[in-house]
């Protein structure tokens, strides 16, 4: 069920918010028509007519139920607006604010690479001196600062001979300390920087994150002054190690980013997203800034203002992940990891198979979205551990082996081609011979004569090797595809592609394809690897009957306020992508072996005594580095046919498919069945549902 969880006052608070938005610029300058000083007399002596952009708000982020994931907080700051800046006033309104910050023992935006120490201006040095990023951001600054756009002085320039530049351009005069003088001159510049100064910025923040108190004094200032309150959105993310993956988060637009997107409406100070979805959905979080014009009398009043664009807020994304199951996820995954052989990472996907929809994506190494966006030192370590890869997104950007998970593919083909039939059988002498050749690939057993449905479920190498040889590698990628391997799975945000072994393929990797690498492509080797995203593709569309939808991470957009839906990924009516056209027959045979799996096949242990049905295959693949891959996939709850169902106790929830990969998970390790265990418990039986979140 998909509800939109807004209270009542949540909602008022939103109203409220938007409301002051609008309201804000005609406040000021009411409230700037009552100031009759000095600074007013001296203003242009004919109307002037201002352009002032409306700022759209950015969409919100939800799970399926409306848990938070990235929203917005009211935050306030201290702004000058271009259109009231006086030159000749500016520095002693800047000197103002600068002493009532001090007074209050407030902070404001200081970014000048200079320093007084001991009297004299020295350039600022890094507070830790083994900190590189801080020294290159130091470096960066001084550079800008020195360089044509501000200064234009010689690279070896002193600080001493920046500071008296910069009080001769704002012309700073001796009456002033030291001290004062640099600040103003700090902020001078970095309006400069900010492309303030040129008015291609409309506003300039002095401050941000204001206090209560800061925020009542600033405002209850008596008009006349160019810089006022304003209310702005900052992006939050909440519940900050749940996602972090697919999420993605915002940032400040590069220069680069800026000249691409400025004829779209972007400002030099906006954000944009960065990756994941933030990035995928950027259009539609972002929403459409408005424009109005006002006419300001040469008395400085309001004679008419008009709105040219209306703005349109970004839209709210509902998305198809469901908090409590991605929680259980990421512990499930942590926890079963670090009892594997390897213990480095691993990563489940769980899609619902009516609609492929994904309902929790989990990878292990996690981390805290939120410290990585605010901790330079927490962001440094994740980004430079190549070992690890922690900002890796093993669910959808890595590939891995297949292995035997891989069979079910052949068997499908081999059954609809005519190749085999439920009784056709091979016989494996504890392996296979290539034929015409002497050359022979084991299997794990010695299984003698051996069915499609046997081989499924004890993983016979001997009967895949056989099948997909005659089969040829064209038949088996032709199959591959439609399961949604070696494809996109047509997910929001960024997915690898993976790798199907082809002759085609092993000549993009530079290397010969030989006649055993078919036999050795049908039991999940060769250059066969996967994202765990298209193996859960792959289980759905054979839970499905055959049938693949659009896998999909967005159950819908609404407006801002979440009143009214503008899209919608309809459970009930899913996008269908591929049709394997596989008899309902053939599909019965594969998916009885598939149950078969999980009541007496590898799959046994832990589900022979499970008390949901399921259908599953399992994977290991050798690895040539020495710890085996692990991988399973599996759906239910099933009949004893290994189709899927919805009677019995669990009628209300729709059957899901996982597929769970470790690397390296190791010879007889399970830990990656009890991940998808795990999964099955908590949405069947609502294990781990009383979690709360913020
Ligand atoms: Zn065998």
């Known amino acids: 069920m998909v509800k939109n969880n807004i209270s009542k006052p949540r909602l008022f608070l939103l109203s409220s918010f938007i409301a002051i938005a609008f309201s804000c610029f005609v406040y000021r300058l009411i409230d700037w028509q009552v100031f009759k000083g000095e600074e007013l007399r001296i203003r242009a002596n004919f109307n002037a007519i201002y352009d002032i952009p409306i700022k759209a708000i950015r969409g919100e982020i939800l799970d399926e139920n409306g848990v938070s994931l990235a929203v917005n907080e009211v935050v306030y700051q201290v702004v000058f607006d271009r259109f009231k800046i006086q030159e000749e006033s500016l520095n002693k309104e800047i000197s103002f604010l600068i002493d009532l910050f001090k007074k209050k023992k407030q902070k404001w935006i200081d970014n000048l690479p200079i320093v007084i120490k001991d009297g004299k201006f020295v350039f600022l040095e890094p507070s830790n001196p083994n900190d590189e990023e801080e020294k290159k951001k130091i470096e960066r600054n001084i550079e800008l600062l020195k360089g044509p756009d501000v200064l234009n002085l010689n690279s070896y320039a002193s600080a001493e001979e920046c500071m008296l530049n910069l009080f001769d351009r704002f012309?700073?005069?001796?009456?002033?300390?030291?001290?004062?003088?640099?600040?103003?001159?700090?902020?001078?510049?970095?309006?400069?920087?900010?492309?303030?100064?040129?008015?291609?910025?409309?506003?300039?923040?002095?401050?941000?994150?204001?206090?209560?108190?800061?925020?009542?004094?600033?405002?209850?200032?008596?008009?006349?002054?160019?810089?006022?309150?304003?209310?702005?959105?900052?992006?939050?993310?909440?519940?900050?190690?749940?996602?972090?993956?697919?999420?993605?988060?915002?940032?400040?637009?590069?220069?680069?980013?800026?000249?691409?997107?400025?004829?779209?409406?972007?400002?030099?100070?906006?954000?944009?997203?960065?990756?994941?979805i933030e990035r995928a959905l950027e259009k539609e979080l972002r929403g459409k800034n408005g424009r109005?014009?006002?006419?300001?009398?040469?008395?400085?009043?309001?004679?008419?203002?008009?709105?040219?664009?209306?703005?349109?807020?970004?839209?709210?994304?509902?998305?198809?992940?469901?908090?409590?199951?991605?929680?259980?996820?990421?512990?499930?995954?942590?926890?079963?990891?670090?009892?594997?052989?390897?213990?480095?990472?691993?990563?489940?996907?769980?899609?619902?198979?009516?609609?492929?929809?994904?309902?929790?994506?989990?990878?292990?190494?996690?981390?805290?979205?939120?410290?990585?966006?605010?901790?330079?030192?927490?962001?440094?370590?994740?980004?430079?551990?190549?070992?690890?890869?922690?900002l890796l997104n093993r669910c959808f950007d890595d590939a891995y082996e297949p292995g035997s998970a891989f069979k079910v593919v052949v068997a499908c083909a081999g059954l609809q081609e005519g190749l085999i039939n439920m009784k056709h059988s091979v016989h494996c002498s504890r392996g296979w011979y290539l034929p015409g050749s002497t050359h022979h690939v084991p299997c794990m057993g010695y299984h003698g004569n051996i069915e499609v449905q046997r081989a499924i479920f004890v993983s016979c190498n001997a009967f895949f090797l056989d099948t997909a040889h005659r089969l040829g590698i064209d038949k088996i990628c032709e199959y591959a595809k439609k399961f949604g391997l070696g494809v996109k799975t047509g997910v929001e945000i960024h997915e690898t592609v993976g790798s199907l072994a082809h002759p085609d393929r092993r000549r993009e990797l530079g290397g010969k394809w030989y006649p055993t690498d078919t036999a050795f492509a049908g039991i999940g080797q060769s250059d066969n690897m996967f994202s765990p995203l298209q193996l859960a593709t792959y289980a759905a569309t054979v839970a499905n009957d055959g049938v693949r939808c659009m896998t999909h991470l967005v159950r819908k957009r609404t407006d801002y306020?979440?009143?009214?839906?503008?899209?919608?990924?309809?459970?009930?009516?899913?996008?269908?992508?591929?049709?394997?056209?596989?008899?309902?027959?053939?599909?019965?045979?594969?998916?009885?072996?598939?149950?078969?799996?999980?009541?007496?096949?590898?799959?046994?242990?832990?589900?022979?005594?499970?008390?949901?049905?399921?259908a599953s295959k399992t994977g290991t693949s050798q690895n040539p580095s020495g710890i085996d891959h692990k991988v399973i996939i599996v759906y239910g709850p099933t009949n004893d046919k290994g189709a899927v169902t919805t009677e019995g106790p669990y009628k209300d929830f729709p059957p899901i498919a996982v597929a769970s990969v470790i690397p390296k998970g190791g010879t007889y390790n399970q830990t990656y069945k009890y991940i998808t265990r795990d999964i099955f418990d908590a949405y069947f039986k609502g294990v781990g549902k009383d979690v709360k979140f913020d």
């Not at 401050?207 to 304003?230: H, K, P, Q, W, Y």
């Not at 149950?595 to 949901?612: D, E, L, Q, R, V």
């Open 292 to 390: 109005k014009v006002i006419e300001i009398t040469k008395e400085g009043e309001i004679k008419s203002q008009l709105i040219k664009e209306e703005v349109v807020h970004g839209d709210t994304v509902f998305l198809t992940i469901n908090a409590h199951l991605q929680k259980v996820a990421n512990e499930s995954v942590e926890r079963n990891v670090l009892a594997s052989t390897s213990k480095s990472a691993g990563a489940v996907v769980v899609l619902r198979v009516d609609d492929f929809s994904v309902l929790a994506a989990a990878t292990y190494p996690n981390y805290d979205l939120a410290k990585y966006k605010k901790d330079s030192k927490y962001y440094n370590k994740l980004v430079s551990d190549n070992v690890n890869k922690p």
């Open 561 to 614: 306020l979440r009143k009214d839906t503008v899209f919608e990924n309809d459970p009930k009516n899913p996008q269908v992508v591929d049709n394997l056209d596989v008899s309902k027959e053939n599909m019965e045979i594969v998916r009885e072996g598939m149950y078969w799996n999980c009541t007496k096949g590898t799959a046994s242990n832990p589900f022979a005594s499970y008390n949901i049905s399921l």
């Open 171 to 276: 012309k700073l005069s001796d009456n002033e300390s030291l001290e004062k003088k640099r600040d103003i001159a700090s902020l001078r510049a970095r309006m400069i920087m900010e492309h303030f100064d040129t008015g291609e910025a409309k506003m300039f923040v002095f401050a941000n994150g204001l206090t209560g108190e800061m925020t009542s004094i600033v405002s209850g200032l008596s008009g006349g002054f160019s810089f006022r309150v304003n209310n702005d959105m900052k992006r939050k993310i909440r519940n900050s190690t749940l996602l972090s993956h697919i999420l993605g988060t915002v940032g400040k637009l590069s220069k680069d980013d800026y000249e691409e997107l400025k004829s779209k409406g972007y400002a030099l100070n906006d954000v944009t997203g960065q990756y994941g």
